[in-house]
């Protein structure tokens, strides 16, 4: 799929804090920052419940087909669904998730949502992790990643030249497209493959 032609309305936020998975910088207008731990006791029960089933962990996610918009252009349509979607609606669409996290506010520790991990192929992503806020229970931000090397270039010329480029205490930049509604952010590794993208 070619990705261009991007043309989005957007979701705004207020200017908190983004991280990177090693290092953390102020930016405007980022995300929520959190920590996402593994929710043990979920995971261990659904453990016992595949032994008991006889299903393996691959075989209980669900393998739903995504919808051709979310395939095609994943960013658009995930970035459409913010503050939209339910999880019950994430999982009409991409089936049972493979994974339950935390998400966790690195600088107070308060639980501030719940992230999912869905295994699915969408354009170039072979991995989307949706975090749910614990209030409103809405999809807070969107993670992709890549299936396979994807430079950030590739990504910027179908997002355009409208970024401001930060790069964090580790050297590792990250691209952030502040729109009306919605930011997209591109966060990159030393070598300036994409990492994953963050939609919120």
Known sequence: MN??????PLLSWSSLVMASRR???RIPSAPPVFQRKAFSVIALALLVAQAVSGQTPAQSAGTAQ?????????????????RVWTRDDAEDELGRPAQREDAVDIQTN????DTFKFKT??????EVDLTF????RKLAVAYLYPKAALTSATLRDALGKD??????????????????QRTISIQADVQDDVVNVMIW
Not at 110 to 113: N, Q
Not at 121 to 126: G, I, L
Not at 133 to 136: G, K, L, T
């Open 163 to 180: 970024f401001v480029k930060f790069v964090n205490p580790n050297g590792m930049p990250s691209y952030v497209y502040q729109q009306s």
């Open 23 to 25: 290092s953390w910088v």
């Open 110 to 113: 308060d639980h501030i949502g």
């Open 3 to 8: 990705i261009t032609g991007y043309c989005w």
């Open 66 to 82: 995504p919808p051709n918009a979310l395939r095609c252009n994943p960013i658009a349509y995930l970035g459409s669904k913010i």
């Open 121 to 126: 192929t969408v354009a170039q992503f072979s």
């Open 133 to 136: 806020d614990h209030n409103s």
